[in-house]
């Protein structure tokens, strides 16, 4: 390698010494490792990739449990709970000969080639959600407060309350009507016109703070006692003024369904069933509604809801019919506030499936006993919403202690 210095003037030839041309190579070869670091430091590909293998194996593992019960088979739920990635970048070099000069390369046409070698590989832990815990929430009935939560996130009301409720039952003085939300019964469609008929009356849910009094009226000095303010201040009560005096008030949250109604329906509903109203009935017992439904006087209502398994049990029924009835039953959203919500406009079904008709692009597919089932993209009505609003009640049954660790199937 020769280097050319100018100097007042003059040109002379300095020959870089063995060791400042080591050094430089040095300082190549360093550029180099420092780029191939650089590249393997970016591992955004690879972390979408096992993103979206998650999220596959999480929609297939639901859909999967749907179908098992629409043929009455045995569920059975797991989690992917720990994904492990590892990429890296491997520099290597090459050079092409001849080599007439070491000390100035670009003279004999010898050419320096850096490559790079890619390597990527991951394992995970899928875990089986077979313990005592998350069962017993998957067995427990879904309270008012959840399907208060996704109502007040604008969810129609029409698919919370058929994919929630199990039964309504209607009691008038001389007889109790019930009606099953059972897709496989012959009277299912009295079921939805019962809905339709609450729902076009305003039956929606609230969440309310229930304040109750505990023990007697207390004085002035009762109340202001220090001993008995720091107790009732560790059970979560308070004191305040009632009645003349002084009570311990202790206070809960809670939910209930109740009435938003307008117009006509507002007359013929009792104050009681209001949302808002001052003496507010709590829990799946008798409401009365009197002539809030057509043709009944003097009623009561009962609302049961399902269970999460009671949930994948309906959804199994709807798919039964849809893909083994002589005369395919999908249930309609008909409601203006299921249509308005439903903004891509790709059908009204609360769920479509479809069995041996893939598609390219299916929003989700699985094998089951030799057929295919699939829920397909462009007729997918509300399958999407339903799959994410069930994903996300399974999860609340699951916590990180219902994850175990020692019977976690390890897949390498």
Known sequence: ???????????????????RWLARLLVLAGSLSLGACETAVDFSQWAAGYNKAVERTQNENLFINMVRAAYNRPMHFATVSVVRGNGQVTPSFSATMPFNQFTALARNGAILTPTFTVTSGFNFDMASLDTSEFLAGLLTQISPAVIDYYVNQGIPRELLFNLFIERIEIATDDKTDTFLNDPNTPDHEKFTEVLQSLLNSGLTTESLTLRTPVGPVLTAAEAKDPLRLQAV???????????????????????????????????????????????RPVGQAGQKIGSGLEGRHNASLKVVTRSARGVFNYLGNLIYQQVESPAPYRLPLTSKESKDYNYLGRGDSLIYVLKDKRQDNDLVRVEFDGATYSVPADKQGHSALVMTIVSQVLSLNKSVNSIPTTSAVVVR
């Open 233 to 279: 201040a560790q059970t979560g009560m308070a004191v305040e003024e009632a009645d003349g005096g002084y009570r311990i008030i202790k206070t809960a949250n809670a939910s209930r369904f109740c009435f938003r109604a307008q117009g006509e329906a507002l007359k013929k509903l009792p104050k009681t069933a209001l949302c808002g109203a001052a003496d």
């Open 1 to 19: 390698m020769v280097l050319e210095l100018h100097n007042t003037g003059l040109r002379r030839q300095e020959r870089v010494a063995p060791a």
